[in-house]
Every structure is written in C-alpha cells, then in structure tokens.
T-cell receptor, first 110, second 112 residues
Framework: GIQVEQSPPDLILQEGANSTLRCNFS?????LQWFHQNPWGQLINLFY???GTKQNGRLSATTVATERYSLLYISSSQTTDSGVYFC????????????FGSGTRLSIRP | NAGVMQNPRHLVRRRGQEARLRCSPM?????VYWYRQLPEEGLKFMVY????????ESGMPKERFSAEFPKEGPSILRIQQVVRGDSAAYFC??????????FGPGTRLTVL
C-alpha cells in the first residue's frame, strides 16, 4: 500500500520563527489533506490540497503531485501553533480511506 | 452548519463490557469513516460506510468490532468484550462526496 513519510518528526522553535514541514508519499493520490491536532486532541482541517498551492493566513501549503511531496509552511509561529501536524493521502486506487503519516510534533516556545 | 458530532467524548469500560460510539455526520454528508488513534501514533483507517452499506472494512479487526450507518440516525461503532488494547481515541469523519474528509472531536475510550 501507499507509504506516507513526514519530516521532521519533532521541531522546537521560538515564537515568531518560520517552519517548513514535509510530506512524501509513494504513489499517485487523489486526496491530500493537512491537519493540526492540538494539545487537547482535536483534529483541525488545515488544507485540502491534492495539487497546487493554497494560503490561509500565516499558513500555506504546496503539493507537487508529479514529484509526490507536499510542504506546509508556518510563518511567524505562535504558541497556539503547537501540536502535531499530520499529512494524510487518499490513493487513486481507493476513493475512500486516507492514509496518515506519523506526524510532525511542533513545539513553539514563548 | 454544525460539524461532525461524536458522543460520548470520553467512555470508560471494564474488560469484557461493550462500547458503543456514535457519530453524526455533517449535514448533507452521506459518507462516514472511522479511524483509530493509539497513544502517540497516527490515525489508522478502520471502516468506510454510506447509508445502510459498508463500503470498505479492510481496517476493521475481524472479531469484536462492527459498524453500521442506518438510514435514520447516527453511525455506530460497536466494540464487544473490550480489552485493554482497545483503549484509544476513535475518530469519525464525514464527506459529501468521498474525497475531502472532515473530522469530529473523537471519543476517548479507556478500558480498565
């Protein structure tokens, strides 16, 4: 089945710093989503981005489907950005399940 | 438009009891998915349902677990004779057309 790898696994930054999170996947996809799981365990949809670039405030994402990777950019980090960021992909062979990566744990220090 | 709703948010069961987890999808969404998250891990797919039909249950354990999405009412994930290894967060997601998924707040199951 499709493999999803996220890097780095852990990231510690000072408030105000910028960061780039990476998601590599091993096969063609028809769905790619980025989520933020906050310290209370809630999963928050950030982007639905199977290809192209999107921006939402301080966050932006780019997926290069032909090269099988996606990047999540966080600018001017705030302590509320802390948590785990997951990338999840939906393989072309299935219109149903999405496969999650193991996540990047981001800690923003004040 | 209310988001995906799950209840209960926390559930404690003793070994051997049954656990019933409920999920109400977003309005207009007819596709429901269940995922399980073990401590310190990512989410793993369990089952995909549309109204009254199981479409993909490739991630469901073969025994003790079942899911349904009746014509009326919420989707139910049922775990019979729970064991300590079933302790996890169970997330439900819904979709209007089978691609982008929207997640509920999860049910945290603790088995004593």
């Amino acid at each position: 089945g499709i493999q999803v790898e996220q890097s780095p696994p852990d990231l510690i930054l000072q408030e105000g710093a910028n960061s780039t999170l990476r998601c590599n996947f091993s096969d063609s996809v028809n769905n790619l989503q980025w989520f933020h799981q906050n310290p209370w365990g809630q999963l928050i949809n950030l982007f639905y981005i199977p290809s192209g670039t999107k921006q939402n405030g301080r966050l932006s994402a780019t997926t290069v489907a032909t090269e099988r990777y996606s990047l999540l950019y966080i600018s001017s980090s705030q302590t509320t950005d802390s948590g785990v960021y997951f990338c999840a992909v939906g393989p072309y062979s299935s219109a149903s399940k999405i496969i999650f990566g193991s996540g990047t744990r981001l800690s923003i220090r004040p | 438009n209310a988001g995906v709703m799950q209840n209960p948010r926390h559930l404690v069961r003793r070994r051997g009891q049954e656990a019933r987890l409920r999920c109400s999808p977003m309005k207009g969404h007819s596709h429901v998915y269940w995922y399980r998250q073990l401590p310190e891990e990512g989410l793993k797919f369990m089952v995909y349902l549309q109204k009254e039909n199981i479409i993909d249950e490739s991630g469901m354990p073969k025994e003790r677990f079942s899911a349904e999405f009746p014509k009326e009412g919420p989707s139910i994930l049922r775990i019979q004779q729970v064991v300590r290894g079933d302790s996890a967060a169970y997330f439900c997601a819904s979709s209007p057309g089978g691609v982008e998924q929207f997640f509920g707040p999860g049910t945290r199951l603790t088995v004593l």
